[in-house]
């Protein structure tokens, strides 16, 4: 159970990263694609595809990042029990 817990918990923070990175890459190159930016796209995509299903539709698509980040933070800080806290 620490195993997969723990594979669970990296995953989450490639997210959690992948995210971040998305929104301060979007923020800084005002939405310029690149080859990077291109990546963090297709790995959090369908991320906020998942979350956008979850949401009632007065959530506006705009909103999806950031509550998908929070999301991700909030499953992370769930699974500090079972990591021992060592995250």
């Known amino acids: 159970m620490t195993v997969l ?14 995210i971040i990175g998305r929104l301060v890459l ?3 190159t005002g939405g310029h694609r690149s080859i990077f930016s ?4 297709r790995l959090t995509d369908p991320l906020f595809w998942a979350v956008r299903r979850l949401t009632p539709r007065f959530i506006g ?7 998908t980040l929070l999301l ?14 060592r995250a």
């Open 5 to 18: 817990a723990e594979v669970l918990n990296w995953l989450l923070a490639l997210f959690m990263w992948a």
């Open 38 to 41: 291109e990546f963090l796209r």
């Open 72 to 85: 991700v933070i909030v499953l992370r800080l769930l699974l500090l029990p079972l990591l021992g806290a």
């Open 26 to 28: 979007e923020l800084i």
């Open 61 to 67: 698509d705009r909103f999806i990042p950031v509550l």
